[in-house]
């Protein structure tokens, strides 16, 4: 059986797309997670677009023990050897470069002759193969380029060392059967290419990522490129849980595996929208909150009786949580870090016993404290950082009839700071409240609610976008009283923005 190889871009074309920018901290905890759901390649970024992504490379390249770590450059000499200072503590280092192929971005982006691109992707490629023995050549446009064309770049950098042919489907044009005779094309023309990996990377613009990939991977492609959620430029990238639950589900047909632990989708999927605050639609493919939900009397009828009669594949299988009652307010601290390493959580003493602390005070208020609230819970600890002004308590007075006003009290060097404001409803209230206590005032950017599990005393999360002086920062609270939430994800957000001065000094 052959093994397709996974290549994950969710920290490069996927922190790209609008809204879903990540901090240093952010990616190497989502860096951390594609370990854990064991993808071969982690694309880390783009090492020369700013200091902060390459700061981002290098420190992921550092920490990253068992995938291959890849950077982005362009088919220039600069690019490449940042990508490669960047990279130089990985244990499995790629340089990955790229130049456009098709007649559009030759003659309009590039200003070039098909020779001159043809000599420049070669030159590229050979010297970062003085760099690297890893190297990827993406072709930008494939899908839009003259096959013979292609197939003489393609054989021309193979030659120069390219490892990985990448052939990217940028603007979502491909369809299957058109991507498949492209892809058969490659396999049969391009001299030398059993030798190296052949990639694919597709995107959603026509919502074909994903039967595209699987297209491609039929017709001999061996790696696959994709983003967690899907998330990427435009309408995004090709969703790699639905792509590997494909190849998993349907064996059958394909006759192919992955190297991924499956069991590690929907905490991959979590991590991601919780840190991009980019939610998941509902009904998307296999992460959606009703991917497993039976409605329909007649189905629920069904898959009681037998769980084949609706279901093509687990719940177990991408490690969703059961959603069963599991602690109570008198659990104890034991069974408490038992349950969290049971959901894959590998937490120090220090965070088990902070979380632990919210989860008796979260006990206290609902009595049914399920997995859904404990990940919950213990995401929001992962990401806290040193706080400027802590959070203690709040009071609203709020009606139809009135003008809403709140009083809210947070801790700054160890001295309580307490401001009254009023406000459009009370949410609004609280905020102008928080800013007077920071004395500074901020941009509310966006402002999501959600609510963690069902039922009338679910936690509700929110996640507030901020900006100030250019700086975007982004916020998440967590409680069972909205307001209380909202105040909460208002303050971490302020706390992130002094970290990050604090960080560029
Ligand atoms: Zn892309």
Redesign the pocket.
Known sequence: MRTIRIFD?TLR?GEQSPGCSMNLQEKLEVARQLEKLKVDVIEAGFAIASPGDFMAVKAIAESVKNATVASLSRALKKDIERSYEALKGAVNPCIHTFLATSPTHMQYKLKMTPDEVLAQAEEAVRYAKSLCSDVEFSAEDASRSEPEFLYRVFEAVIKAGATRINV?D?VGYAMPEEFYELIRGIKENVRGIEKVELSV?C?NDLGLAVANTLAAIRAGATQAECTINGI??RAG?ASLEEVVMALATRQDLYGFTTNINTRQIFNSSRLVSTITGVSVQPNKAIVGANAFAHEAGIHQHGVLANKKTYEIMTPESIGLPENVIVLGKHSGKHAFSERLKELGYALTDEQISAAFEKFKVLADRKKEVTDLDLRALVEADTFEMPSEFIFDTFVINSGNKMTATAVVKLLHEDKAVEEAATGDGPVDAAFNAVERCVGESFVLEDYIVRSVTGGKDAQGEVIVKLSKNGKKMRGRGLSTDVVEASVRAYVDAINRYYYQMKLEG
């Open positions: 871009t074309d990217p940028t990377h995107h990427g430029e990238n």
